[in-house]
């Protein structure tokens, strides 16, 4: 930055953009969470295992871009009210496989209502929103690309 340059004014970085709209619909989903008994990124454990069941711990961490270990507590919380249980991989003991019970298949048909809810609240279609969250992804993508080719650079520096 130059002498003579300033920086951007908050309102201008995208970054705050997207974290208060991550905030916003936070806020519109806390309701209904709530009223499941579970908090937002426990949902998105659920979602994830929606997808597809029976995942490692692992599995759900790489999806959900988090650490193990962030994963691990999430679970358990899960497991204590009932949506989902654990238990070892046979083939490998150190693995933990997660399984939604029918209660945690069950609140998948009740999850509807949180995209109806962001569509109507934002006043936004369902084509218009799919075209913002593609948006998003790229944006994601991109970033994380840029940075796995940072982390090689300084990889092949040091080798």
Not at 30 to 38: A, F, M, R, Y
Not at 101 to 117: H, I
Not at 125 to 154: N, T
Request: overall charge neutral; charged content about 25%; some cysteine.
């Amino acid at each position: 930055m130059g002498q003579n340059s300033r920086p951007l004014p908050l309102d201008d970085h995208l970054c705050f953009a997207l974290y208060g709209a991550s905030m916003a619909i936070g806020r519109l989903y806390k309701p209904i969470l709530d009223e499941w008994g579970i908090t937002y990124p426990q949902y998105l454990v659920l979602a994830s295992l929606w997808e597809r069941d029976d995942r490692l711990i692992g599995e759900l961490a790489e999806r959900l871009a988090l650490e193990p270990s962030t994963i691990t507590p999430l679970v358990t919380r899960l497991e204590g009210a009932g949506l989902v249980r654990r238990e070892r991989d046979p083939t490998n003991g150190r693995q933990v496989i997660v399984h939604l019970t029918r209660e945690g298949q069950a609140l998948s048909v009740k999850a509807a209502c949180l995209g109806a809810a962001l569509m109507e609240a934002a006043g936004i279609d369902p084509a218009r929103l799919s075209a913002m969250r593609a948006e998003a992804r790229a944006l994601r993508d991109a970033i994380a690309a840029h940075g796995d080719a940072d982390a090689r650079k300084g990889a092949s520096a040091k080798g």
